[in-house]
């Protein structure tokens, strides 16, 4: 068990390291509410879950506190109509299909989801992720087709699990360079790093990282 001073010191230290445009999601998947609370009362507000019934659970425990949750796992479209209930962001939204499951079940519900559209930039083939041929298709189709209750606020992408420094910057890169020459002015969040590796991400123009070990301990 990892006491509150401890969650508290690791947040300070890496709001401080983070430059101040990069926000930081504590990825609380698996950690019992009782740390929640300990970076909850830390100032910590986004918090990342990958299970949409854990994230939904959790959203209810703390019902009438501001957090912003996040969900950042692999989303299957039969679980559209559950994470949209407390999603401030869903992060992996990994083709076409996902994101007009989305965007029906937002206007159904007669609410407006935000969403980034992940790209597959890691060698292994594992991780989830659109191509840049369907990032080009998805994105042209909504030029004649725009979504009605949906908003696409940027790209993520997560990297090759390795300790090659110039690989993770090659893979950070390319993420960042799809950013760019796509990025209409709405969007706002180029989501890359974890707790391994967020500094190279940073580095390469990341705005929003996912922490999790770094904060909570390992699982």
Known sequence: MINTSSISDRLHELKTALPEHVKLVAVSKTKPVELLQEALD?????????????????????????????HIGHLQTKKVKQVIRHAHLIHAVDSKRLLAEIDKRSENAGI???????????????????????????????????????????????????DDAAQLTREFKSLRTLF????????????????????????EGSTLVRVGSAIFGSR
């Not at 949906?150 to 699990?161: N, S």
Request: some cysteine; glycine content about 8%; aromatic content about 6%.
């Open 42 to 70: 830390a100032g910590q507000l986004d918090l990342g879950e990958n299970r949409v019934q854990e994230m939904n659970s959790k959203a209810e425990h703390f019902a009438g506190q501001p957090v912003r949750w996040h």
């Open 112 to 162: 407006q989801s935000r969403v980034l559209l992940q790209l597959h930039i890691a060698q292994e083939e594992q991780k989830h992720g659109m191509t840049e041929e369907e990032l080009d298709m998805t994105l042209n189709a909504l030029v004649s087709s725009p979504m009605c209750s949906t908003k696409i606020c940027g790209l993520m992408g997560m990297a090759t699990y390795t």
């Open 180 to 203: 760019d020459r796509y990025n209409p002015d709405h969007w706002d969040t180029c989501s890359m790093g974890m707790s391994g590796d967020w500094r190279i991400a940073v580095d």
